[in-house]
T-cell receptor, first 112, second 113 residues
Framework: NAGVTQTPKFQVLKTGQSMTLQCAQDMNHEYMSWYRQDPGMGLRLIHYSVGAGITDQGEVPNGYNVSRSTTEDFPLRLLSAAPSQTSVYFC???????????FGAGTRLSVL | DQQVKQNSPSLSVQEGRISILNCDYTNSMFDYFLWYKKYPAEGPTFLISISSIKDKNEDGRFTVFLNKSAKHLSLHIVPSQPGDSAVYFCAATRAGNNRKLIWGLGTSLAVNP
């Protein structure tokens, strides 16, 4: 049982480059979300989705896009990377109506 | 405006002793609280939770206590083991909030052999 899988684990980008962080879950969870973790800032919600075709903004959405075409996948897109987006990114999922979220191992992103 | 506060950035205890991690919250609408544990280079993993209708929940060595009047919860680990060394996050949510979790900044626990 893979749970929540994030790829890549590490990425280095130059300012202005674009990339997509992948997130997939095999638990048939309806709810998925993206967080970033920065030193001294805790976990901050970027975007979330309550089901396929439905997404909404979290606390820090600027500079990020998401889509949810399937229940399993929830990619996070950086259209034009900035050094301020250097962070560790976590994807999480939970079942409909559930409060417990299950996390992937994270993607460590550096933007130079 | 930190709605969930973990005021101790770090805690060090001896193996076999009790670890007590504290968490305070400001929003009285929160009705469900969770503790997560995080090892370096891994994602947070769910540890234990408590609903606001309870004041205690126990799971093996881990017990969470909730004091709603004080808006305070605590996680007790007894006995502490070196493998418990990790960062512990407190999180809270409320009904109708699209399951958004509000997170504390974490407490780094070191259990010394």
């Amino acid at each position: 049982n893979a749970g929540v899988t994030q790829t890549p684990k590490f990425q280095v980008l130059k300012t202005g480059q674009s990339m997509t962080l992948q997130c997939a879950q095999d638990m048939n969870h309806e709810y998925m979300s993206w967080y970033r973790q920065d030193p001294g800032m805790g976990l901050r919600l970027i975007h979330y989705s309550v089901g396929a075709g439905i997404t909404d903004q979290g606390e820090v959405p600027n500079g990020y896009n998401v889509s949810r075409s399937t229940t399993e996948d929830f990619p996070l897109r950086l259209l034009s990377a900035a050094p301020s987006q250097t962070s560790v990114y976590f994807c999480a999922s939970s079942r409909s109506g559930g409060n417990i979220q299950y996390f992937g191992a994270g993607t460590r992103l550096s933007v130079l | 405006d930190q709605q969930v506060k973990q005021n101790s950035p770090s805690l060090s205890v001896q193996e076999g002793r009790i670890s007590i991690l504290n968490c305070d919250y400001t929003n009285s609408m929160f009705d469900y609280f969770l503790w997560y544990k995080k090892y370096p280079a891994e994602g947070p993993t769910f540890l234990i939770s408590i609903s606001s209708i309870k004041d205690k929940n126990e799971d093996g060595r881990f017990t969470v206590f909730l004091n709603k009047s004080a808006k305070h919860l605590s996680l007790h680990i007894v006995p502490s083991q070196p493998g418990d060394s990790a960062v512990y996050f407190c999180a809270a949510t409320r009904a109708g909030n699209n399951r958004k979790l509000i997170w504390g900044l974490g407490t780094s626990l070191a259990v010394n052999p």
